[in-house]
């Protein structure tokens, strides 16, 4: 099956390489570093989560992926070439629940980013129809958001990041607000889409369970000034499935991470 | 029985108590003319009163115009920019607290006591309430949805007119409803102090021949276009499908909450 039919050409997975980047804060009193000196690299198609104490700059990090910020030194490169404003060909964003626009129904909201750029309305309705059923709401397209669950919104908004194609796919912290038992859902969900359009995903997360859970690789920060403190593969296989989450692997992998956190916070 | 029912059924009761207590003579004709009698006093004087509602239809429009309008303008401009934020907010807030009708007189000083006094201060009147929740509804914008749309390359235009105004369109209303039901307010008010033609005027001089009859047919009136204004400021909400939650434009004929649909049904 072909996951995106209207999408399609489906371009290949993006890269995401920063390079040394530093961030600083002007305040009136004092300069704020941010960031430091921080360098990652992401290869396509791979599946990366952020974790760190609160502060410690990942979702700056993911901004500046985003082009929504721009760093004070250093470099930030999708598949090669620098991001200075948001780009929604190259990236798609997936933020917190509160970013769905209440005013306009599910395909209305998928539809938006295409509607920016006066793509004619057939067209963006095939397309938002495409990504509605990938993410699994076929025939919720005419709800609004507050007709849709916590996660049913978190799906409509993960279909609007996806309904350009992009390679590269950012969500900074996309299911905190949901509960446990959802949560826990939107991951496999969450990993099923991932596997059936290959994109590069760098995913921010406070919770050390999903971090592990979800991530090929998981990059461990450290709090102000942010550093990266550590890098784990996760080696477990795919799919991932709920028995591992009690397995020696994964507790191993997320007391390192928590280590790591305490030490820091 | 279903809240429209029972509503209908006391405005129904209100009018039949307005028609039976004077006419049994619980009440005295004086103090409270029956329905019938202000309806037919009005009657008589059709002419009189169409033209006060002429005039005072007029007023209230121009006013309108001016303090929602401006109101509105406003409203952005100081809720979208920081510094005249903190610059005019106090002071239209705690001018806000102050009985404006104080001032009439003086308006009616610099403006005479013609129409134009009546529009200057039912449009001030009107422009506070409109301005200060249009500000307010554009402060309370979700940061969220502007870092989103940004995300999907959204220009500073199509944010403006794509999140900005959409998102600030509840707020904008009820604003609009506040203002526009101070203007008719406003107007009247005015026109019971110093005038010389309206409605006011009217009401205000049959009472002091206490002819009640007639000083209720103004009354009447005055209700009349408040309802109208009502009427059409929903109609308003309609059109612009309002999308404050569990309501929507179109749907929004049965004015109590809809159960959301939370569960798939697909």
Partial sequence: ???????????????????????????????????????????????????????????????????????????????????????????????????????????????????????PKAERRAKAQDALKLVGLDGFGKRHPHELSGGMKQRV?????????????????????????????????????????????VFVTHSLTEAVYLADEVVVMSARPGRIVDRLTVSLPRPRTYDMLSGDVFGGLRDRIWRHIRKSA | MSATTLRRLIVFSLIILWEGLPRTGLIPELFLPSLSSTLIAGWNEAGEYGHALAVTLYEVAVSMVFACGLGILAGAVVGSLPRPRVLIMPMVSSLYAVPLVILYPVFTVWLGIGSESKIAFASIYGFLPTMLSTAAGIQTIDPQLLLAARSMGATLSQRLVRVIIPAAIPTVLSGLRVGGALVIVGVVVSEMLISSAGIGYLISRYRTILDSPHVFAGVLLVLAMTVAFSAALRW????????????RGGLAENRSVRPAALQPTA
């Fill in chain 1, 1 to 119: 099956m072909q996951p995106l039919a209207n999408i399609t050409p489906l371009k290949p997975a993006g890269a995401v390489e920063v390079r040394n980047v530093g961030q600083v804060f002007t305040t009136s009193t004092q300069d704020v570093v941010a960031l430091d000196d921080v360098s990652l690299e992401v290869k396509p198609g791979r599946f990366v989560v952020l974790v760190g104490p609160s502060g410690c700059g990942k979702s700056t990090l993911l901004m500046m992926m985003a082009g929504l910020r721009q760093q004070t030194s250093g470099a930030v490169l999708i598949n090669g070439a620098p991001i200075p404003k948001p780009d929604p060909n190259r990236v798609g964003v997936v933020f917190q629940e509160a970013s769905l626009f209440p005013w306009l129904t599910a395909e209305e909201n998928v539809e938006f980013p295409l509607a920016l750029r006066g793509t």
């Fill in chain 2, 236 to 247: 308003i909400e309609q059109k612009a499908s309002i999308w404050q939650t569990g309501m």
């Fill in chain 1, 157 to 201: 908004s993960i279909a609007r990041g996806l309904v350009q194609d992009p390679p590269v796919l950012l969500m900074d912290e996309p299911f905190a607000a949901l509960d446990e038992q959802t949560r826990m859902t939107m991951g496999d969900e969450l990993l099923r889409i991932w596997a059936a359009t290959g994109k590069t995903v």
